[in-house]
């Protein structure tokens, strides 16, 4: 675990340690140069212009999404890392190995969530395979999921993971996985996604084998397509949430790269709905590779102890 800033600047040299940076990547870096290179395109790809912000002792941030059965709902300000983690894979004779769209198993679950540490899957060939292990729950490194059958690849979250401060103030809590069917739901507003996430409406009989659940209980989530929606400001945008324009689109606070949501399609396999650079609503493979921004509850008695809520000045909840 990264416990001090001057671990963190030791880490992320180029000069002494561009192998190790370059695995954290998912590429090979072959000198220091090349690392050098590379370092703003993957700074920018957890939202950083420089490797001073990455090791500053700032405070995480997260942003509050709205208060929901009286708990405080919110989602990290900048994403885990690059942006390379599946939200699920499986092995070749599963889904041609793109996955399954069912969250209570998903493997992205497994790395945000606790109690997964001991968890292990099999390949085609009935061998253990060890990722995705809590990780990001334990700030620790280990291997992740990336890709097609089962891929991974190492994986550290000694300095993005949460610590045991934060975790005593998330709660379970109680989610929401009803599918849309992309072909005739697709170009809805916000009201009409929330109503979607909370009904029954999943895959039936898949061929994978697996049931569909609607509802999860845990304590980290990914971010709802209705959270998108209603983060921008409706007095100007008046598009459904797969027609956005730009008075949508300019105006969304959850306006962020490629990044995943928890809701499923409920007509295929493997399709997860994800926000697509901040414009329009879209379903891919679970097993592709987008950015990862962890949604939680805090609990009721969690109190302000300092700040005024800006981003130059945020709540310290405690």
Request: net charge negative.
């Given at each position: 675990?990264?416990?001090?800033?001057?671990?963190?600047?030791?880490?992320?040299?180029?000069?002494?340690?561009?192998?190790?940076?370059?695995?954290?990547?998912?590429?090979?870096?072959?000198?220091?140069?090349?690392?050098e290179a590379a370092m703003p395109i993957l700074l920018n790809d957890i939202e950083l212009t420089s490797v001073g912000e990455?090791?500053?002792?700032?405070?995480?941030?997260?942003?509050?999404?709205?208060?929901?059965?009286?708990?405080?709902?919110?989602?990290?300000?900048?994403?885990?890392?690059?942006?390379?983690?599946?939200?699920?894979?499986?092995?070749?004779?599963?889904?041609?190995?793109?996955?399954?769209?069912?969250?209570?198993?998903?493997?992205?679950?497994?790395?945000?969530?606790?109690?997964?540490?001991?968890?292990?899957?099999?390949?085609?060939?009935?061998?253990?395979?060890?990722?995705?292990?809590?990780?990001?729950?334990?700030?620790?490194?280990?291997?992740?999921?990336?890709?097609?059958?089962?891929?991974?690849?190492?994986?550290?979250?000694?300095?993005?993971?949460?610590?045991?401060?934060?975790?005593?103030?998330?709660?379970?809590?109680?989610?929401?996985?009803?599918?849309?069917?992309?072909?005739?739901?697709?170009?809805?507003?916000?009201?009409?996604?929330?109503?979607?996430?909370?009904?029954?409406?999943?895959?039936?009989?898949?061929?994978?084998?697996?049931?569909?659940?609607?509802?999860?209980?845990?304590?980290?989530?990914?971010?709802?397509?209705?959270?998108?929606?209603?983060a921008t400001d409706l007095s100007v945008c008046t598009e459904n949430l797969y027609d956005y324009d730009n008075s949508c689109?300019?105006?969304?606070?959850?306006?962020?790269?490629?990044?995943?949501?928890?809701?499923?399609?409920?007509?295929?396999?493997?399709?997860?709905?994800?926000?697509?650079?901040?414009?329009?609503?879209?379903?891919?493979?679970?097993?592709?590779?987008?950015?990862?921004?962890?949604?939680m509850y805090l609990k009721k008695d969690a109190v302000i102890e300092s700040g005024t809520g800006t981003k130059d000045d945020?709540?310290?909840?405690?």
């Amino acid at each position: 675990m990264i416990n001090t800033s001057e671990q963190c600047y030791e880490i992320f040299n180029c000069s002494t340690n561009y192998e190790a940076i370059g695995q954290l990547a998912g590429t090979a870096f072959t000198d220091a140069q090349e690392c050098e290179a590379a370092m703003p395109i993957l700074l920018n790809d957890i939202e950083l212009t420089s490797v001073g912000e990455l090791c500053s002792e700032h405070p995480v941030l997260y942003q509050i999404i709205g208060v929901f059965n009286g708990n405080l709902k919110i989602i990290r300000d900048k994403a885990i890392g690059p942006s390379i983690y599946s939200w699920d894979t499986s092995s070749s004779n599963v889904n041609n190995g793109n996955g399954i769209n069912e969250w209570s198993q998903a493997d992205i679950m497994k790395l945000l969530n606790p109690g997964y540490e001991n968890n292990q899957d099999l390949d085609n060939n009935g061998d253990a395979i060890i990722a995705n292990n809590s990780l990001w729950w334990n700030s620790e490194s280990g291997n992740c999921y990336v890709g097609f059958n089962n891929e991974t690849m190492s994986c550290d979250f000694s300095a993005a993971g949460l610590s045991d401060e934060a975790k005593n103030l998330i709660v379970d809590n109680l989610w929401y996985l009803g599918g849309i069917d992309y072909d005739t739901e697709r170009e809805s507003f916000a009201k009409e996604y929330y109503a979607y996430e909370r009904r029954n409406n999943v895959i039936q009989n898949p061929s994978d084998g697996i049931i569909r659940t609607t509802k999860w209980t845990g304590k980290v989530g990914l971010p709802y397509p209705s959270d998108y929606g209603y983060a921008t400001d409706l007095s100007v945008c008046t598009e459904n949430l797969y027609d956005y324009d730009n008075s949508c689109i300019g105006n969304d606070w959850l306006k962020k790269t490629y990044y995943w949501t928890m809701t499923p399609a409920s007509t295929l396999e493997e399709n997860i709905f994800l926000v697509n650079h901040g414009s329009i609503f879209y379903w891919n493979s679970s097993v592709s590779d987008y950015d990862v921004y962890p949604v939680m509850y805090l609990k009721k008695d969690a109190v302000i102890e300092s700040g005024t809520g800006t981003k130059d000045d945020p709540y310290i909840a405690g």
